[in-house]
């Protein structure tokens, strides 16, 4: 018997639908808990699928709700029916919900549409033909409400789950009966079906539904016939196909491109600003495709004007940014301050001989922290870096897209694009209509990354166009100095580099006028120009030392101004000043300068504070820069940071106990203060033995529970204080080494899950540097290696893993070497070739030293174990630049050893080596 409604539950349910629309909040929280009571009831999924379909006498907007809570808990209950119960609801939702497609209200045919393709992406085994059928079936009904439900369902499918259309039915693939339908389609009389048609096709092509190659004449057409469409909707989606097709089938579209160019190019000028918006993505979808640069190179005199024509601010953008005033007093709304998260720094990412990174104080050098502003990962397009820096806020847009087209542009083509941009440009910067101006110092930023690479096109221009920009920066307009300060920004390096010899020609006039940008009376300008000067910071380094005082007094001053969106940013310049100039910040006129209003802060915000995390980050920095210098702090910064730990880790306790009673803790807070107890400990050396020895609650319990915590960036953080204290004060740890060394074993991994590929590396790292202290007394140390070496060893072996994981790896492998080389040097045939192939890439630094001194005693006492490997073994001695004396000696005994040992048999041995590589080894080591 199927299922079927008591009247008294039915009128309960309608009733909370009915108040979902209350303006009562005591209404609306007493509904809100009925529903979480109901949300897995399975007879309620049934009801809501009564009201949807069959309570037509009731208000529409109660029967969508009812659909959307549907939805909802479909969404919810993903999987299998969980029993009996819940399959008898789910089976009456299906039977009854595919009535609703031709229901009359539009309103409620888009939320059948919803819940149809919620259960499609939810069943696992995608076995419900019935909707199919119904979907493909009611294409050619004659009822419009039909036709209207189904391709609106079928739009959804396409866009949620398009995979599921991908099934033979009676012996033919569904998308090959489908395909050709939607084509057809695309010419229907009403405009919204065209569109569906449309937007089904161009998600089918995203996922290269093979149905769309096997019709792709017929679908191009079609795109050619809606080309003037009446619908701006439409127009919309015919430019966001062409895209797809020029990314997918290229061949197919390059026969026609001086037609399609000219029709996007008309696009592009469209009153409807989403057609100009999806008219420019498809130069910037032109412009990425290398492939096609021989073709995109004639168009190049028609695209580059239409894209500084989007480059200007549209009517609605100056309406909402035009603001001169100084309105440094107004406090930040919360929309306008993002979620900011926190990344836990990462040890021993080595540096190659190719990379430009510098190393940290002990030679090891640093991957940045992740300073995202949100949760999850940024998407890691090109140009999605641009966009960010370039607008504070607001959405992808046409000045967005087209800026990044031309930053693209200038990438692939350089001086070519520049002959024909020029005059464009000039006129744009030298025009009297300020937004002209404007649009033309935005694209000057933007061809910023061109210039890097193809510098004769540019750099004869920039003596003249820098300080033409640095005037700007005094202009009445806040729109032209903050975009005036982000295009300084990226011209970072030339500012820093040129004109080396005499500072005053650009470097300090470009600085100078940042800094007064830092203080600038508007909020907008203030964060442009503090981010500005950080990249300025950045790439000047040390360089930037001499002029630390004035640098100091106007990023402290703007603790005055800002308002809490901006203090991020103010932290961030700080921070890396203080990455950038090292030890030369603890001088104490600069730590009198630059404490104060770090300590006013510090002192102000709660320890639950979200500005708490990107102070202590930026203390960070600022204590490692400061070394010893920093002390007269040390001990508040240091209580509380344990204090904040112990607090969070109390929490979690709490949370893991009764996860219904408590929020889960936010972990950002444990991350950022163990990187701040890192900080310290690097900066302060033996100087914090004491602290860690006498503090409550014990340090050393907290890290123990941290170690083997469930989150991984607080696991990696823990394991990057457990080397940083190995380092600075081992004899408090070695009493407990015994319980941390398995602990720390566990985590390293050969290939680890994507969470966990910075706490293996910490954990590796640590490791290394736990041996060097037992380098002079390994007694304790040794019963640990075998089983360090088992996981260690097959890093080096998997192809999977990272590189930079590979390379400290091989560096922890060598330090156990030099601590324990009876133990680890039996293994040495095993790793010896990969391991050497590891690290002859990285620069010449103390770990890398002191891993090649390990792999050697290893070679003395095992020689054999790298004759199979001999040339990589020289390739990688002959890689170094400077090794030290005892290094060098250790390498000149080996090979000495190995030609004495080889005999007439040495001279055909190197016969087999490169040519330079021969030459090398005779030159350096007279073998």
Known sequence: MSWQPTQADLEEVLAMLRNSSSADSDVQKAVALRLEQLRFVPDFLAYLTYVLIHCVGEQDSHRAVAGLLLKNALVARSGPPQNEADGRALAYVKATIL????????????????????????????????????????????????????FNTLDK???????????????????????????????????????????????LCEIRAPAISANIDSYIQALFARAGDESSDVRRVVCASLGHVLNHRPDKLVPELNNVVDYIAYCSKDQDELVALEASEFWLTFSEEQALR?????????????????????????????????????????TDIKPRGYSAKTHGAHESNEASASSGPSGKSREAADRAFNEEEDDDDDDDDFVDDEDYGGEWNMRKCSAAALDVLAVSFGPELMDILLPYLKDRLFSGEWVERESGILALGAIAEGESRCIDGLEPHLPQLVPWLLQSLKDSKA????????????????????????????????????????????????????????????????????????????????????QQKNLLILYDALGTLADAVGSALGQPLYLEILMPPLIQMWMKL???????????????????????????????VYQRCVQIINTRLQEYQKYESAPDDFDEPD????????????????????????????????????????????????????????????????PLLKPIMSQFLPTVTEQIIAEPPADCVSVCNNATWAVGEIAMQYASDSTELQPFVSALIQRLVPILLSKNSPKSLSENAAVTIGRL???????????????????????????????????????????????????????????????????????????QQILQGFKDGLGPNWEPTLAGFPPVLRDRMRERYGV
């Open 157 to 203: 499918i396409c866009e949620d789950c398009p995979h599921k259309l991908d099934v033979w039915v009676g012996g033919q693939n569904l998308l090959d009966h489908i395909v050709p339908q939607l084509i057809k389609y695309t010419a229907h009389s009403t405009s919204r079906i065209r569109l569906y048609a449309l937007e089904c096709l161009v998600n």
């Open 817 to 891: 070497g030099l601590a324990c080389p009876a133990v680890v040097a039996p293994e040495l045939r095993t790793f010896a070739q990969e391991w050497c192939t590891a690290l002859w890439e990285i620069k010449d630094n103390e770990e890398k030293d002191s891993a090649f001194r390990g792999f050697c005693m290893m070679v003395s006492i095992n020689p054999s174990g790298i004759e199979h490997c001999f040339v990589f073994f020289c390739n990688a001695v002959c890689k170094w630049t400077n090794p030290s004396a005892q290094l060098n000696t250790m390498f």
């Open 99 to 150: 009535t609703g497609l031709q229901d009359k209200d539009q309103m409620i045919r888009q939320t059948v549409g919803a819940v149809i393709t919620s259960l499609l992406s939810n069943d696992e085994t995608g076995a419900w033909p019935e909707a199919l059928d119904a979907v493909t079936n009611g294409m050619s009904s004659q009822d419009p409400n039909l036709v209207e439900g189904v």
């Open 479 to 562: 729109l032209i100095r903050s975009i005036t300060c982000w295009t300084l920004g990226r011209y970072s390096s030339w500012c820093v580099h040129a004109f080396r010899d005499d500072k005053t020609k650009v470097f300090i006039p470009t600085m100078e006028g940042l800094l007064q940008m830092v203080v600038d009376g508007n909020k907008r300008v203030q964060e442009a120009g503090c981010s500005a000067f950080a990249t300025l910071e950045e790439e000047a380094g040390s360089e930037i030392t001499p002029f630390l005082e004035p640098i100091l007094r106007n990023l402290t001053n703007a603790f005055e101004k800002y």
């Open 667 to 730: 972990r950002t807070y444990i991350v950022v203060a163990l990187d701040l107890l890192s900080g310290l400990t690097q900066g302060l050396g033996e100087q914090i033995h004491q602290l860690v020895a006498t503090s409550q609650p014990p340090l050393l319990h907290l890290m123990a529970v941290c170690l083997t915590h469930y989150e991984p960036p607080i696991r990696q953080s823990a394991h990057a204080l457990l080397g940083d204290m190995a380092i600075s004060c081992f």
């Open 606 to 636: 709660g320890d639950d504070d979200e500005g708490l995390v990107p102070l202590l980050e930026c203390l960070s920095s600022v204590a490692i820069a400061a070394g010893t210098a920093f002390s007269p702090y040390t001990v508040p």
């Open 294 to 334: 021989d073709q995109l190179r004639p168009f190049l005199p028609k695209i580059t004007p239409l894209l500084l024509d989007g480059m200007v601010y549209s009517d609605y953008e100056l309406a909402t940014l035009d603001a001169d005033e100084d309105d440094e007093a107004v406090p930040d709304r919360e």
